[in-house]
């Protein structure tokens, strides 16, 4: 029986030359061929020489008065000119470079050829050659390789058509073609291959671009699905009381979005699969405290919790916050760092294992092997893009395939989201607390001390403090460490010792960054110098300035995080930064920093400048690739994709509905997917 999952070899004609060249296309199977679609279409429709204007691309249709000749410049150049009768009149077409055409002219038949006009010589530079019995008025043009010939391709798929055209199914059900008006498997095949005009074209790709999309959450969704079938989680059924009670005692009330986000991830714990859920909220938001009362919550389920941060100082900083409100509750907290001595650590292990440790946070040493838990049940990851997907994964795989969430504050595009993490669940906080007020941002175009100097100054004498990055180096700690020095030195010049400066770097050992830190958070130090270490989660709501020097230099989630380190307390907040930039993309970061605070539209202007690979680094390159539909320009259909997509996994998890055979064999022949059979 024809299937289109046949390999393309069971066409005739196909050998394995050609099974070579259409794999290295990326098609292996019937199915692959017929929806490998035209990049752009020419237009065919021929033109009377009564309506041509100079350097137009157009068709002509007309008559071979003799051979063609030939003529060889060198062993890859060459002219051929042929001359056509066309209405009446004699037409010198060229081609440059395709000799193979010249069999093709058989003097006194017809023939079309496509090229450019020109109107002094009433001559035609050719470009295509087509034999005019098609009466199709565009021609696709199919993105091929040297190994073939878009004439070929074009043959093997009209074979392909005729071929397999009974045994198309149909993927997207017929409800949703319907709701959507699109049209189905076989309208889009002739529509994108073989359209007369524009309007089938565009009805087509418009319909194709949905079906892209929605094979692709549709797998999503499947391989979700196979993942949670294949992982016995936990279920962790934490006192709701006992999580009411904690949630009382916080100094603050919650915002809305914090409450509907804990909701989601206590909804989460409770289910027996193993937790994989991204909680992305803006710098500022309060994560922390949403982890805390996760973390709080396993607690009370009889679970030992963990969390992970990627630094020394941040680890040290949440166990401060956090510790004090974990005790109220008699629940048992421990710092495990790289600064941790072994002595200390041979005791936090004994207690680990022990179980007299509730709660442990620390640093990647978590995920150390010496590091055994009783009954790890719960993990929190927080910044998780600064650890690795195996430091992930360690953590993972500790203890009893504890849940684990992971916090961000680089909002991820909307685009990314839905496309990259389709096989996580994600929260998003999408409020900040009440009170903060917008940061102010500036830009200072001139590289000019005095006028940051005045800047700072005021501030100061207000009691608030300041924040001054220095540039960074791309791959030099050297050259990294030397501006910092240098700027600490223009910063102690100007205000020492009426106001004491300090300097953090990268290369301080953990005690003295940890003192230095102290020291700025309890206002010992009014003017922090530092390099990017602060970047991530450092919080100190004293600081209501943050300086950034050579500005341009760094990626426009950076400068969102570096911002994201002050504006945390009562007072107005600012941000300067120092910048020429040479470049307009730089400029235009610039821009987008001095006109919005909120972290998603800079994530997709992030994503518009620089494309979607670069957005989490080349680790995690963004973006599936897509052969026609594209995730930024097209996502209104990409999010209605998902949308469907899920809906079907709902209501039909094992795609048993007659409407989804088709889906459900497709799906079959691509990824292993037990349950489906
Ligand atoms: P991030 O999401 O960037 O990790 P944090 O968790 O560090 O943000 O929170 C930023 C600041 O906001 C902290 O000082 C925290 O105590 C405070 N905060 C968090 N939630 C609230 C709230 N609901 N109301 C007032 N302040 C809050
Ligand atoms: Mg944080």
Known sequence: MLKLSDSVETLSGVGAKRVTALNSLGIFTINDLLFYFPFRYDDLKVKSLAEVTDQEKITLKGTVIAAPILNRFGPNKNRLIVRLLVEHQVVIVTFFNQPWLKDRFIPDTVVAVFGKWDQRRRGLTGMKFFSPKGDNDLAGIYSVNKNIRQSTLIKLVKLAFEKYQSVIGNLVPIDIRQRYRLLDDREIITGMHFPKTAAEVKAAHRSAVFREFFVFECRMQAMRQKERQGNQGL????????????????????????????????????????????????????????????????????????????????????????????????VVTTLLTGATTNKNRRKIDENLVQGRVNIL???????????????????????QHRFGVNQRKALREKGLHPDVLMMTATPIPRTLAITTYGEMDVS???????????????????????????????????HNQAFVISPLIEESETM???????????????????????????????????????????????ILVATTVVEVGVDVPNANTMIIYDADRFGLSQLHQLRG??????QQAYCLLVAQ?????????????????????????????????????????????????????????????????????????????????????????????????
């Open 428 to 462: 998003t906080i999408d409020q900040l607390p009440s009170g903060r007020k917008p940061i102010k941002t500036y830009w200072l175009k001139n590289n000019q001390d005095q006028q940051a100097f005045a800047f700072v100054r005021r501030q100061l004498v207000q």
């Open 361 to 383: 946070i620390g640093t990647h040493a978590l995920i150390q092997e010496s590091v055994h838990f009783k009954n790890l049940g719960f993990v929190v990851i927080d910044e």
């Open 565 to 570: 380190r002050v504006g945390r307390g009562q």
């Open 581 to 677: 930039p040479k470049n307009e993309v730089a400029v235009a970061r610039l821009q987008a920093m001095t006109e919005t605070n909120d972290g998603f539209v800079l994530s997709e202007k992030d994503l518009e400048l620089r494309g979607p690979g670069d957005v989490f680094g080349q680790k995690q390159s963004g973006l599936p690739d897509f052969q026609i539909g594209d995730p930024v320009a097209d996502f209104n259909v990409l999010q209605v994709a998902q949308t469907e997509a899920q809906q079907i996994f709902v209501d039909d998890p094992s795609l048993s509905k007659a409407e989804h055979q088709t889906l459900r064999t497709f799906l079959k022949t691509t990824i292993d997917l037990k349950r489906l059979d």
């Open 480 to 526: 990294d460490l030397k501006n910092a020095e240098l700027l600490y030195e223009r910063y102690r010049e100007a205000f020492a010792p009426e106001y004491e400066v300090a300097l953090l770097h990268g290369q301080m050992s953990n005690d003295d960054k940890n003192t230095v830190m102290a020291a700025f958070a309890k206002n010992e130090v009014q």
């Open 235 to 330: 279920s962790l059924k934490y006192q709701l009381a006992a999580v009411q009670d904690f949630i009382h005692e916080l100094p603050f009330e919650l915002t809305q979005a914090q409450k509907r986000v804990v909701n989601e991830i206590a909804a989460d714990m409770k289910r027996p699969y193993q937790m994989n859920r991204l909680l992305q909220g803006d710098v500022g938001s309060g994560k922390t405290i949403v982890a805390a009362i996760a973390l709080f919550s396993a607690v009370t389920a009889g679970y030992q919790a963990a969390l992970m941060v990627p630094t020394e100082i941040l680890a040290t900083q949440h166990f401060e916050k956090l510790q004090p409100l974990f005790a109220k509750m008699n």
